[in-house]
């Protein structure tokens, strides 16, 4: 049945709040404990992993008959910013997770691809990664320089992919390869879904990170890595649309991580102004510090409603590449500056790490870059406008 009661002002539906609580119930006794320690010893947690799967986290918006929850994009936005106001890391895993080493094989597998890898991705028993950029190809991602040669009943992979989250504690990766370099640049990358342990996959190296640092970025290499013919995602050629497409809706999920961040800094910013005296009285008492505290709602209200709407648009079957390319590039640049702003109302304390403020800020930055970086969010916007001139 259609939950549509308008309950608050975001006009959540008691489905999306449910969902919302539960998920801030959980981060904050679960993940926020451990957040600093995980950050510190740039660990990934397998057991925040499998305990939000078990309350059904990992597969929100995939189909029930499909292992998930059934809910909507907007929900597993809500899920995304609940995580990452306590734990960025932690958010972007999920993220990837859902949007990236999921909803590819769902929007674009055959029936076969989707029995076999979507249920256990859904239900958090497999953890899914995605693979596109690689060492030369990031923003011009259709530079692709893997590819996937013929063999008999399927293909051999060679080449290797760059930053790939989640990739070692990963099951099965999606990724891309050229399989026809006659074809014009668009139209020559397919798309694969691969299971990790198979021959000739290597988790080369793990990253070491300025933020984000408790959740997995690898670099991955492939050699002759043998594929059957039915894991090919969708139709050949097809792949670079494919991810497009993806990172469409992946990029309303970021939005919602850099969010998160600002929210979880700003709360943590107001309640020190509260407490903390400076000459005989509070410091948020000072015009200064109260007006700072003004601008960083309003901020974090824009880019909530940015957000919301693209992810309403996404659920609703109406266009949302450019409102969620506009929201990805205002939270994050938002995030950025509250962030900022957090450490300075908390003055020398901000700067520690058990204040966790400094971590939220180092986070934040990762959300200008990944799954487009904030100059690629205004070519997509700006070309929606002037077309390709
Ligand atoms: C922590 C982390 C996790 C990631 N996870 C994944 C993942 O799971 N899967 C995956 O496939 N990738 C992942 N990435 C890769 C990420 O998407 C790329 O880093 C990003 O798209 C930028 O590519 P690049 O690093 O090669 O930078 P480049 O493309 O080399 O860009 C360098 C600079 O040039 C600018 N630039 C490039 N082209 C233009 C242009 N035409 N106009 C103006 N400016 C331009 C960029 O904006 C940037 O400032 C991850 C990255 C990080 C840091």
């Known amino acids: 049945m259609q939950d549509t009661q308008i ?3 975001f006009e959540l539906t008691d489905t999306q709040r449910s969902i919302r609580d539960m998920v801030r119930d959980f981060a904050q006794k679960v993940l926020e404990p451990k957040a600093v320690e995980l950050d510190e010893k740039g660990a990934f947690s397998m057991d925040h992993f499998r305990q939000m799967a078990e309350l059904g986290i990992a597969g929100i918006p995939v189909p029930e008959a499909y292992g998930g929850a059934g809910a909507d994009t907007l929900s597993c936005i809500l899920a995304v910013e609940e995580i990452a106001k306590v734990d960025g890391s932690m958010a972007l895993t999920l993220g990837a997770h859902i949007s990236l080493g999921t909803m590819p094989i769902l929007d674009f597998g055959s029936e076969d691809l989707k029995r076999r890898y979507v ?9 899914g990664a995605y693979g596109l950029t690689e060492p030369g190809a990031g923003s011009d991602s259709a530079a692709t320089a893997t590819t996937a040669t013929r063999v008999p009943g399927g293909w051999k992979i060679n080449g290797s992919k760059l930053f790939m989250t989640n990739a070692s504690v990963a099951g099965v990766m999606t990724i891309t390869a050229a399989t026809d370099k006659s074809k014009p640049k668009h139209e020559r990358i397919s798309a694969f879904v691969l299971e990790s342990g198979w021959k000739g996959i290597t988790v080369a190296k793990k990253e070491d990170k300025l933020g984000m640092r408790s959740s997995d970025t690898c670099y991955v290499t492939f050699e002759d890595v043998f594929v059957p013919e039915a894991n090919l995602l969708g139709q ?6 494919y991810f497009m497409h993806i ?3 992946g990029r309303i999920g970021v939005g919602a991580i850099a969010l998160g961040l600002a929210e979880g800094a700003f709360e943590r910013a107001v309640a020190y102004a509260k407490q903390r005296k400076a000459f005989g009285k509070p410091i948020g008492a000072q015009q ?11 901020q974090i209200q824009a880019a909530r409603h940015l957000i919301y709407h693209a992810a309403r648009l996404k659920d609703t079957g109406r266009p949302y590449r450019k409102e969620g390319a506009m929201a990805k590039l205002f939270a994050s640049e938002m995030a950025m500056r509250v962030t900022n702003e957090a450490i300075q109302i908390l003055g020398g ?3 520690m790490t058990e204040y966790h403020v400094e971590r939220m800020y180092r986070d934040a930055k990762l959300c200008e870059i990944g799954e487009g970086t904030s100059e690629i969010q ?8 002037l077309g390709k001139l």
């Open 247 to 249: 990172l469409n809706g």
């Open 236 to 241: 050949e050629g097809h792949g670079f649309a």
């Open 288 to 298: 200064a510090i109260a007006f700072n505290i003004a601008d960083m709602a309003v």
């Open 119 to 127: 249920p256990p991705n859904a239900r958090g028993e497999v953890v």
């Open 7 to 9: 309950l608050d002002p």
């Open 349 to 351: 304390y901000g700067y």
């Open 378 to 385: 205004r070519i997509v916007i700006s070309r929606e406008f």
